[in-house]
């Protein structure tokens, strides 16, 4: 049976993150899980992954990868709460093979201290597990709110709550979620809108070579454009967002690519070349000094 197979349990949600398992944004999704009904697991990294991407980072004591029993902040009662030293995305990847009970029905990462919107989704953690994930055939979400320091925790529960029940009755494919919500009251919310990526990402970095062995770079915002129905402007102005995003497919159209023919004759149907898969899962040993409450 394989995940896709095994991922149509009906009430099951994974909910992880990229900031850590310290993150009470991940208690604001549980929150929205629970009141449509849903079991929940929280499975979030044990230190901070932003910036992962989809990155199958791990740390690994004799093989096995390292766990830590923590809870994010305000979490409800009887909800498990496992930290996973690993990126998001190979969290919701061991969640496809039951690696943390069943496997989900639906994946929600976030709520991510920040917007994740334009360019900048190529590099998100939180966007990064949920693509991941619906690799698996788990109907995900990834969600974002634009600050660094969230005063409206309700708003991005609300809204995660209506993108939960559209990811209830419809099954994207090869889809996921990006939900960007400003962070303002709820009652100063203009709704919720499909928009465009934006054109342009959220920083931009000065880079300046130090000496022999070093890089040093900055980073700043960088400047807005005029997208009137890009996910960037519409927050800007009070809309929460949501863009369907594709995990990796082979693109279609565009200029004609190279080829040419070698000398080789083509391999007989009985005897194929090997083919080796690329090594993508990234691990690395766990610190010695292990606290108590860790486990392999």
Do not use: C, K
């Amino acid at each position: 049976m394989t995940p896709r197979d095994r991922a149509e349990r009906p009430g099951r949600v994974l909910v992880t993150n990229d900031d850590g398992i310290d993150s009470p944004g991940l208690t604001v999704l549980v929150r929205a899980a629970l009141a449509r009904g849903h079991e929940v697991v929280v499975a979030a990294p044990a230190e901070q992954y932003s910036g992962a991407s989809a990155s199958l980072a791990g740390e690994e004591v004799d093989g096995r990868i390292s766990l830590v029993h923590r809870d994010p902040p305000g979490l409800p009662p009887g909800v498990l709460s496992i930290g996973v030293r690993a990126a998001p995305a190979l969290i919701t990847f061991l969640a496809g093979y039951g690696a943390f009970g069943p496997p989900p029905r639906y994946v929600m990462s976030g709520v991510n201290l920040g917007a994740n919107t334009g360019r900048a989704t190529l590099h998100s953690g939180t966007v990064g597990a949920a693509l991941s994930a619906t690799t698996h055939g788990i109907r995900s979400m990834a969600v974002s709110i634009a600050s660094g320091a969230p005063q409206h925790w309700d708003t991005a529960e609300l809204v995660a709550g209506h993108a939960l029940a559209w990811l209830e009755a419809n099954d994207p494919g090869d889809g996921v979620l990006n939900v960007n919500v400003p962070d303002i009251a709820p009652d100063r919310l203009r709704g919720l809108r499909p928009a465009a990526l934006a054109s342009f990402g959220a920083v931009q970095a000065q880079v300046r070579r130090v000496g022999e062995e070093q890089v040093q770079v900055s980073y700043s915002a960088e400047e807005a454009r005029e997208e009137p129905e890009s996910d960037h402007y519409l927050l800007s102005r009070g809309w929460a967002t949501v863009t369907l995003l594709r995990a990796p497919v082979a693109a279609v159209g565009g200029p004609p690519l190279p080829t040419f023919e070698g000398a080789a004759p083509a391999p007989s149907d009985d005897a194929p070349i090997a083919v080796d898969a690329a090594r993508v899962m990234t691990s690395r040993a766990a610190p010695s000094a292990a606290g108590p409450r860790e486990h392999a």
